[in-house]
T-cell receptor, first 115, second 113 residues
Framework: DGGITQSPKYLFRKEGQNVTLSCEQN?????MYWYRQDPGQGLRLIYY???????QKGDIAEGYSVSREKKESFPLTVTSAQKNPTAFYLC??????????????FGSGTRLTVV | QQPVQSPQAVILREGEDAVINCSSS?????VHWYRQKHGEAPIFLMI?????EQKGHDKISASFNEKKQQSSLYLTASQLSYSGTYFC??????????????FGKGTSLLVTP
């Protein structure tokens, strides 16, 4: 079955350390997204990509970086510049950025904790 | 721009109905609705594209008003499985996020026996 795989499920980061969250999809979707979820805040957009080798900043991109070298993969790096990285991170994909008629498919998330 | 959802939380008994609202200050390209169980991935429920549109399946339906600034999700004869947090996601191509969805803060729904 097609879907989105996020790994790891749980991740612990030390202060000053960079960590990378993996997101892989086999849905043949063009667009991919990263959202951050904090209690009571909903989902906030970090980065999105419409096509391979192209990505744009979302509302809270500071302290994060991404790459889109393959259609299937959209990894997110949480850098040491992100001062409050503890959160639940969700990756999603869709057929096209304009997405008329179909919804997003989400991965099961990565819970990142700073220790 | 983040859409405004209301209410923040609602508690129902099995069989009761609920309405969740999602509003924006500007006309929207589309509205999506999702449900999320705690610690899990949000699941797509439906998308509305046209002003005045209504759609649904089983006992969950939604509407999009004529001005395309407000959407409502209707849950009728609620079941225990309806419990979770409901999010609306809106598209506004003229916003900073382009066609990417902006999500509301969510509505927590608890259905009790």
């Amino acid at each position: 079955d097609g879907g989105i795989t996020q790994s790891p499920k749980y991740l612990f980061r030390k202060e000053g350390q960079n960590v990378t969250l993996s997101c892989e999809q086999n849905l043949n979707h063009d667009a991919m997204y990263w959202y951050r979820q904090d209690p009571g805040q909903g989902l906030r957009l970090i980065y999105y990509s419409q096509i391979v080798n192209d990505f744009q900043k979302g509302d809270i991109a500071e302290g994060y970086s991404v790459s889109r070298e393959k259609k299937e993969s959209f990894p997110l790096t949480v850098t040491s510049a992100q001062k409050n990285p503890t959160a639940f991170y969700l990756c999603a994909s869709s057929r096209a950025i304009q997405n008329r008629g179909t919804g997003y498919t989400f991965g099961s998330g990565t819970r990142l904790t700073v220790v | 721009q983040q859409p405004v959802q209301s209410p923040q939380a609602v508690i129902l008994r099995e069989g009761e109905d609920a309405v969740i609202n999602c509003s924006s200050s500007k006309a929207l390209y589309s509205v999506h609705w999702y449900r999320q169980k705690h610690g899990e991935a949000p699941i797509f429920l439906m998308i509305l594209l046209k002003g005045g549109e209504q759609k649904g399946h089983d006992k969950i339906s939604a509407s999009f008003n004529e001005k395309k600034q407000q959407s409502s999700l209707y849950l009728t004869a609620s079941q225990l499985s309806y419990s979770g947090t409901y999010f609306c996601g809106t598209q506004d191509p003229n916003s900073n996020s382009g066609y990417a969805l902006n999500f509301g803060k969510g509505t927590s729904l608890l259905v009790t026996p």
